[in-house]
């Protein structure tokens, strides 16, 4: 069983900034890989940035290339997603998420276990 929580969500302004933060705990070893999605109101919920489970490869979404940046603190297991230069349509709902086997990194769906959410507003 893992547990992913979800910290760092919040309101800012265009330009500004933010950390999310994901700790994980329980079994992650076998993780294949672990993600950011983000759901807006009345869309679809969609990958943000993926990291391998070997921490060697990472994939971004289009629109957040140069701006997010995805890392992992192996030693507190704990997931983060940098953004900056926050424009109004990265609004959403953030989560974690976890892959067990084998993971494509630009479509790691299906996922197998999700954290909660942290919600990120951004204002002009």
């Known amino acids: 069983e893992v547990q992913l929580v979800e910290s760092g969500g919040g309101s800012v302004q265009v330009a500004g900034s933010l950390r999310l933060s994901c700790a994980a705990s329980?079994?992650?070893?076998?993780?294949?890989?672990m993600a950011w999605f983000r759901q807006a109101p009345g869309k679809e919920r969609e990958v943000v940035a993926v990291?391998?489970?070997?921490?060697?490869?990472?994939y971004y979404t289009d629109s957040v290339k140069g701006r997010f940046a995805i890392s992992r603190d192996d030693a507190k297991n704990t997931l983060y997603l940098q953004m900056n230069s926050l424009k109004p349509e990265d609004t959403a709902m953030y989560y974690c998420a976890l892959k067990l086997r084998v993971c494509n990194l630009s479509n790691p769906n299906p996922i197998d276990y999700w954290g909660q959410g942290t919600q990120v507003t951004v204002s002009s």
């Open positions: 990291f391998s489970g070997d921490g060697i490869s990472t």
């Open positions: 329980g079994d992650t070893d076998r993780s294949a890989c």
